[in-house]
Nanobody, 123 residues
Framework: QVQLVESGGGSVQAGGSLRLSCAASGRTFSSYGMGWFRRAPGKEREFVATISRSGISTYYANSVKGRFTISRDNAKNTVYLQMNSLKPEDTAVYYC????????????????WGQGTQVTVSS
């Protein structure tokens, strides 16, 4: 079992930055690939970024590539999402998730989810 708690969301103007954190409970955090997803109002939940168990491999959605960076600290049981050059279209609830199978871009690959944190970007 893994419990995930996101933090770091908020309101920011376009061009600004935020860093999201996701703290995981349990002693097996390093056994899971981790991902960030988001759901904008009226839209389906979509993939943002994923990172492998070791942190060596990462993969991003095209919409955030070059602006967002996913990282993890296995000693702190925490995964991060650094978001720079934010745009109004980044406004969404952001969720972190854990996948026993490793990295993944589909919601169905993730068995554990946090409650989400709101990010609002104004123009």
């Amino acid at each position: 079992q893994v419990q995930l708690v996101e933090s770091g969301g908020g309101s920011v103007q376009a061009g600004g930055s935020l860093r999201l954190s996701c703290a995981a409970s349990g002693r097996t955090f390093s056994s899971y690939g981790m991902g960030w997803f988001r759901r904008a109002p009226g839209k389906e939940r979509e993939f943002v970024a994923t990172i492998s168990r070791s942190g060596i491999s990462t993969y991003y959605a095209n919409s955030v590539k070059g602006r967002f960076t996913i990282s993890r600290d296995n000693a702190k049981n925490t995964v991060y999402l650094q978001m720079n050059s934010l745009k109004p279209e980044d406004t969404a609830v952001y969720y972190c998730a854990a996948a026993a199978s490793g990295v993944g871009i589909r919601t169905t690959e993730y068995g554990y989810w946090g409650q989400g944190t709101q990010v609002t970007v104004s123009s």
